[in-house]
């Protein structure tokens, strides 16, 4: 079956520190790969998202994530995170023949001001 | 543009009392529809999920049951809720890509 795991339940950064946040999926053909954020209060909203072509994604507000298919990885990566990043960010994951979105349990990103 | 309305936003309710949560899709025909359940530390879990008119499939076992009676309209429905009911309902709609709703924050006292 697939799956989706984040590595990391919580994570605090200082302002301006280098954000990584891990995920990996388990299936062995072709995926959509997908990180959503959920700001305070607001609902959850699309980041990024990878289909195909360059492996190096970027999204809205600096984010990028990139697709290492040997790793079965699409880790979300940020240069320097602001206070404004809190949110809790969810990788998710199609598997081409399927309509359905596989989500990993989350990261609650706490950016200290 | 397509939007989603998910209502209400917030609900309490005795155990045992019936439930409905209604969520509708405009801008868009034949749209699949999801309902997920959010749990803290949990993610995202697909309680029901829709491809047309009058066809659900169930994820999860459970209270709570799900019907589409219209194209664009996704209804969630529980005949006597249980306090494990509790928790945030998102409804969404999509395919390959997930839209969501506001959400429904449900507590069951």
């Known amino acids: 079956a697939q799956s989706v795991s984040q590595h990391n339940h919580h994570v605090i950064l200082s302002e301006a520190a280098s954000l990584e946040l891990g995920c990996n999926y388990s299936?062995?053909?072709?995926?959509?790969l997908f990180w959503y954020v959920q700001y305070p209060g607001q609902h959850l909203q699309l980041l990024l998202k990878?289909?195909?072509?360059d492996p190096l994604v970027k999204g809205i507000k600096g984010f990028e994530a990139e697709f290492i298919k040997s790793k079965f990885s699409f880790n979300l990566r940020k240069p320097s995170v602001q206070w404004s990043d809190t949110a809790e960010y969810f990788c998710?994951?199609?598997?081409?023949?399927?309509?359905?979105?596989?989500w990993g349990a989350g990261t609650k990103l706490i950016i200290k001001p | 543009s397509q939007t989603i309305h998910q209502w209400p936003a917030t609900l309490v309710q005795p155990v045992g009392s019936p439930l409905s949560l209604e969520c509708t899709v405009e801008?868009?025909?034949?749209?699949?529809l999801y309902w997920y359940r959010q749990a803290a530390g949990r993610g995202l879990q697909l309680l029901f999920y829709?491809?047309?008119?009058?066809?659900i499939s169930s994820e999860v076992p459970q209270n709570l049951s799900a019907s589409r009676p219209q194209d664009r309209q996704f209804i969630l429905s529980s005949k006597k809720l249980l306090l494990s009911d509790s928790g945030f309902y998102l409804c969404?709609?999509?395919?390959?890509?997930?839209?969501f709703g506001q959400g429904t924050r449900l507590t069951v006292v």
């Open positions: 969404a709609w999509g395919s390959t890509e997930a839209f």
């Open positions: 801008g868009t025909s034949n749209p699949n």
């Open positions: 829709s491809v047309g008119i009058g066809q």
């Open positions: 299936y062995g053909g072709t995926v959509n």
């Open positions: 990878y289909f195909s072509g």
């Open positions: 998710a994951v199609n598997a081409d023949s399927n309509y359905q979105l596989i």
